[in-house]
C-alpha cells in the first residue's frame, strides 16, 4: 500500500537532519526532495538482517526493489541496512 506520507511532496519544505533514522522517524527527505519509507511490505525473517524485520524500501511512492530494516541521513547520504549491510542512494539506486 502506498499512502500519502510515502509521496514526495509538490514542494521541497524541508530536508531531514543529519542522523536521523525510519524507524521511529515516519521518513527520510534528501536535498533532491525525495522521499524514502519503510513500506508495508514484510520479507522473510531468514533474508532480513539478523534478528531485525525487513520491510520493502519505498522512495517517492515507488518501490526500489530494496528490503530494509532502517533508513538512516548519514553524512548528507541516505542509507539503507540490508541483510548484505548498509548500502547508500546514489541519486538512482541503493550500492
Not at 37 to 55: A, C, M
Amino acid at each position: 500500500m502506498i499512502y500519502d506520507y510515502m509521496l514526495k511532496p509538490k514542494e521541497q519544505r524541508f530536508i531531514t537532519e543529519n542522523y536521523v533514522s525510519s524507524p521511529p522517524a515516519a521518513w527520510v527527505h534528501d536535498e533532491r526532495g525525495d522521499v524514502f519509507t519503510l513500506g508495508t511490505e514484510v520479507q522473510r525473517q531468514s533474508d532480513s538482517p539478523n534478528g531485525e524485520y525487513s520491510f520493502s524500501i519505498i522512495r517517492n511512492g515507488q518501490q526500489t526493489g530494496e528490503w530494509g530494516s532502517r533508513i538512516e541521513r548519514r553524512n548528507g547520504k541516505v542509507r539503507i541496512f540490508t541483510r548484505q549491510g548498509w548500502k547508500v542512494w546514489n541519486g538512482r539506486s541503493f550500492i
